[in-house]
Structure formats: C-alpha cells, structure tokens
C-alpha cells in the first residue's frame, strides 16, 4: 500500500518550492513590465525581448555562450566516460581517485577560477575562448564521473562475460554492451555538464578576457550599471532554456529506463 504523505509535509514541500521559485517569477513577471522598473507594474509589453533580440553585441555572446557550453559538455562527457569506466575496473586505489574527482566537485569556484588563471597564465595561453573552454571542460568532467559510475555499478558483470562467451571482441564489448547500458548516466553526465556550463560565473569571470564574455558574466556587467529590465528578459529566456534542457534530459533518462527494464526483463 503506498503511504500517504501528511499534511505537514505537503506544507512544508509547498513552501520550499514558493521560496525557490517565487524570485523566479516575479523577475519573470516584471520583465513585460512597460515602466522600466520593478517597484510597480503599469502595462504589458514585449519591448525588453525585442531589444535583446536586436542587440548584435549580445546576440554574438549568447552564442559564444552556447558553443562553449556545447563543446565543453561533449569533451568533458567522452573524457569523463572513459575515466568512469578506469576508475570502475580499478583494483586498487579506486576510493583514492573517487575522492580527488570529489574534490574538484566541492572545492570554492573561486580557487578554481584563480587556479585557472594562474595555470593560463604560466603556460602562455591567452584569456578567451580557449581559456574559458578548457576551463569548463575541466570542471565538468567530475560531474561526468558522477553521473557514469552508478550505472556502471549497476551492470551486472555476466553480461560482458556472456559477450565474450559468444566471441565478441573488447571494442565490440563496449560499444554494443557497456555503452547502451550506461546511456542514461552518459546522457545525464552531459546535460549536467551542459547547464553546468550555461550557468558558471565565477570560474568564467577569471578566464575570460577582454572581446569575449559569456552570458552569466554579462548580466554580472549588466547589472552592475543598474537595475534594468533588460536583465529581466535575459535572465527568463536563460531560465526558460534550462528548463527545456531539464525536460530533454528526463525524456532520455524516462525512455533508457525503459529499455534496461526490457532488456533486464
């Protein structure tokens, strides 16, 4: 029988989720606000997301923003999958590399960020978009790591044994068992990395460099000039990408469930 959740806790959920999401909204709420303020709404409009759109400066760094996060999550996810699977077959050692991948994980963005900087700045690379990429490869691929090795934890070892029984090769052992086993974590490694990315500040406001920003450091400039409206559209368009993202990322992850659960079966 399932248990019935108590009123107390239903209270309690609901007014978490009203602290969380309640900034969201009223920043969303106001960005259609046609007075230019947020101390009073006087008409609908969308005149703040018409000029976003039009603005080519921020235009060219949304996409800068897109393709760093694109990349970074590509590379961090094939890196992080492959040091997944060594940290799986390790013998020795394993807890010893599993806890320096954490580290990284909960170590302030600022050392990150400085660490960064200093290691460009020693190694001769210029601050901008290698800079910054390399940077969010870097950070994303602990989270990789995170996200693939439950799900390798989880197959059970018979299936390579029983691969290997019936003449498949090691490279055919990984790409048609371990591979389409471990999709879901591979997948929900690189959304993670991908919203990692879209959403750091403090390590990109290190390395990037004069003629290339991102878009969290922008509406850090932004908002530094003073309240606008502006920042308002941006920031909901932004909200309004993760949450696509988020609802890709559960679609993928509800339909691998489904097909280990038939596999299994």
């Known amino acids: ?101 954490n580290v990284l994980i909960v170590s302030p963005d600022v050392i990150i960020g400085a660490s960064f900087l200093i290691l460009f700045t020693i190694a001769g690379i210029g ?44 490279f055919d052992v990984f790409t048609k068992v371990i591979i389409p086993y471990i999709n879901p974590g591979i997948f929900a490694g690189f959304f993670m990395a991908l919203t990692y990315s879209l959403d750091d500040f403090a390590v990109t406001f290190f390395v990037t460099g004069n003629g290339f920003s991102t878009l969290s450091v922008e509406i850090y400039s932004m908002a530094r000039r003073g309240i606008s409206l502006h920042i308002n559209a941006l920031s909901t368009l932004l909200f309004l990408v993760t949450l696509l993202l988020v609802a890709i990322y559960y679609i993928l992850s509800q339909r691998g469930a489904l097909k280990i659960g038939g596999f299994r079966r």
């Not at 901008?128 to 989880?154: D, N, R, Y």
């Open 1 to 101: 029988m399932k248990e019935k959740t108590s009123p107390i806790a239903k209270l309690y959920l609901f007014a978490v989720i009203l602290i969380l999401y309640a900034p969201i909204f009223y920043l969303i709420y106001y960005s259609f606000n046609s007075g230019g303020t947020m101390s009073g709404f006087e008409s609908f409009t969308f005149d703040y997301y018409i000029e976003v759109f039009e603005d080519v400066r921020l235009i060219t760094i949304v996409l800068n923003t897109i393709v760093i996060a694109l990349l970074s999550a590509l590379f961090a996810t094939i890196i992080g999958t492959l040091g997944a699977l060594a940290i799986h077959l390790m013998k020795k050692r394993q807890n010893t590399i599993l806890g320096l991948n």
């Open 127 to 170: 601050l901008g978009f290698t800079s910054v990429l390399l940077s969010h490869i870097a950070f994303s691929i602990p989270i990789v790591v995170l996200m693939v090795l439950p799900k390798l934890a989880e197959m059970n070892p018979s299936l390579i044994d029983a691969a290997r029984d019936l003449g498949a090769s090691r």
